[in-house]
């Protein structure tokens, strides 16, 4: 059996046709949805991109002992693993922060390939050409720390699409090569894609696709954290170029999937097709990654399952979290794994058993004080969810929180208010309580501990 998992960065459950909230087009992620288990509440431990990362090669939690850093020589990763167990093992990318080898996480597999040039790969120039001041077309509202990043970025797209060609675009050819060179061969594939990561600027006609009669400003790259200085306008353009980024972002999707079946591979593989985190877009104030953020917008991860074989696929609606996926595959590959993975095994709730399921998720930043009470950690226990932020207050949720607290803390019913706006920490003690001490013992049991 092999495996193939497919990732997109910064790709929120809601924006897929799929899901239904939004009419999104993505009809290629939209069929291989279909034939696959959809975990409706999975969600990122850690919502950031190399703790993401980890936390699913690992399958044990970041937020409680390491934030943005590599992986350690003492980490037992899943490549390696599989690596000891005759695969061949690859990673295919343009993510720079998952390809870069000082992070140590491509190096893990025997086969790794950087498809260089995307937004934050300030070394590389190799692409780019020296662009006409009239070519450079960089905003103005763009933050100062981010223009020579953009404007690197910006002279490799040029290069690109003078050629026709794209980030995705290499990716999906580099992965297609590779599956032809291996496909006799027992495997593990990681397919790792930047989009629809920041900058959303999108080629014609994805970038009008979705809001075609906007003439106001061009954010590519949104100034945050707050958004409270962009008009119901912008911020409604701003959502319709990251949408146009999905949409395109499915193309090359589609163009992989559709080889793996031309390879005869589809059938007889375990294929994984999953976000690292969403994305803040204005909701909760919030815009971008920017601002420790723990609601759904960015915690709730795209999860699908498809397994080899012929199953009945549905939605499930456990909670579950990233670092599943590790002690899952191995289930299913039939290979034992270490004992103090963090992870719980979802091959349970595949056969619809969910008697011993333990509704409940974590997630968090891990900050470097040795306070577990001062930090950015939430818990969900069902309909409920319990946040306690430590720093400023970005959202307008209805509850009072005071202007000078370093610590505040919310509570959600998510039944009744799924977009997480009515905070019910005053109105429902009692449950706040129950949340809070379930956190708090967790944290106790796991905060600076590997």
Not at 248 to 276: H, M, P, Q, R
Not at 296 to 324: H, M, Q, T, W, Y
Not at 328 to 342: G, R, Y
Request: proline residues 8%; contains cysteine.
């Amino acid at each position: 059996m092999n495996l193939i998992l497919i990732m997109s960065d910064s790709l929120r459950p809601d924006c897929l046709g799929v899901c239904g909230k939004y009419k999104i087009k993505t009809p290629n992620i939209d069929r291989l949805a279909k034939q696959s288990f959809i975990f409706e509440n999975a969600i990122a431990e850690s919502p950031i991109t190399v703790p993401a990362r980890t936390a699913i090669s690992t399958g044990k939690y970041t937020f409680t002992n390491r934030y943005w850093s590599p992986l350690k020589e003492t980490d037992i990763t899943l490549p390696e693993i599989l690596n000891q167990n005759g695969y061949q093992t690859a990673i295919i990318g343009d993510t720079p922060p998952a390809m870069d080898p000082k992070y140590n996480f491509s190096t893990r597999f025997k086969f790794f390939q950087w498809i260089r040039g995307q937004w934050s790969d300030i070394e590389y120039k190799g692409l780019g050409r020296e662009m006409k001041e009239k070519d450079r077309l960089i905003p103005n509202n763009i933050l100062e720390a981010e223009v020579p990043m953009y404007e690197i970025y910006l002279k490799n797209l040029k290069e690109l699409r003078e050629k026709n060609d794209s980030f995705p675009g290499r990716v999906t050819r580099s992965a297609i090569k590779w599956l032809k060179e291996h496909r006799k061969e027992r495997f593990f594939l990681w397919v790792d894609y930047f989009d629809p990561h920041e900058p959303w600027d999108p080629p014609s006609p994805y970038d009008k696709m979705y809001d075609p009669d906007y003439d106001g400003p061009f954010y590519p790259i949104p100034p945050g954290p707050e958004s409270t200085g962009y008009t119901q306008r912008e911020l409604r353009n701003i959502f319709s170029l990251y949408c146009g980024e999905v949409t395109y972002c499915d193309k090359y999707i589609g163009e992989l999937l559709k080889e793996i079946e031309n390879l005869g591979l589809f059938n007889d593989s375990l294929i994984i097709y999953l976000s690292d985190h969403g994305e803040p877009l204005g909701e909760h104030n919030i815009m971008r990654k920017l601002a420790p953020c723990l609601y759904n917008e960015l915690v709730k991860i795209v999860l699908f399952i498809k397994l080899p074989g012929a199953s009945v696929p549905r939605r499930i609606s456990s909670l579950v979290s990233n670092i599943d996926i590790f002690p899952t595959v191995l289930n299913i590959l039939e290979i034992p794994f270490p004992s103090n993975v963090q992870g719980r095994s979802l091959v349970p709730l595949l056969n619809d058993d969910f008697t011993q399921w333990n509704n409940i998720s974590f997630a968090g930043y891990y900050h470097e004080n040795k306070n577990p009470s001062l930090g950015d950690f939430s818990v969900r226990m069902g309909n409920w969810k319990f946040i306690r932020h430590f720093g400023k207050y970005y959202s307008k949720s209805e509850d009072n929180i005071p202007e000078n607290s370093s610590v505040w803390e919310e509570l959600f019913n998510l039944k009744n208010d799924p977009n997480e706006k009515r905070n019910l920490i005053s109105k429902r003690v009692e449950k706040a309580h129950t949340l809070r001490g379930v956190l708090d013992k967790f944290l106790r049991n796991n905060f600076q501990k590997n």
